[in-house]
């Protein structure tokens, strides 16, 4: 199960990313890039099985990384919505998200 303690995110008794340093902390598991699905803001990206069309799943890599949308950059992403919440509900939100997904990774590959 994930849990949040202070500002690191578990799975497992495992912390897996965090937020203390005010800034997004990504491992580049590569799982937003696999759940495109669960998100229609990021419909014009998705393969049609929930994968970016961008994301090259045998080196787990984005083949535009440093041309990305918008969207796909945490940091940068934040200009979108910083009138509607504080930076660092942002980062909050965006590592729930994170964890939710390899919450559920970790639930797959135990069944």
């Given at each position: ?35 495109l ?9 998705n ?23 918008l969207l ?14 504080s930076?660092?509900k ?15 990774q ?6």
């Amino acid at each position: 199960m994930a849990v949040k303690n202070k500002n690191s995110y578990t799975v497992s008794n495992k912390i897996i990313a965090s937020t203390q340093s005010n800034a997004f902390s990504c491992d580049q598991c590569g799982l937003c890039c696999k759940n495109l699905d669960k998100s229609t803001s990021l419909d014009f990206l998705n393969r049609g099985d929930g994968v970016c069309v961008h994301f090259n799943e045998s080196e787990s890599l984005c083949n535009i990384y440093e041309d990305r949308p918008l969207l796909c950059r945490v940091e940068d992403g934040y200009t979108l919505f910083k009138s509607q919440i504080s930076k660092q509900k942002y980062y909050d939100l965006n590592m729930q998200s994170c964890t939710a997904l390899k919450a559920q990774q970790m639930i797959f590959k135990e069944k």
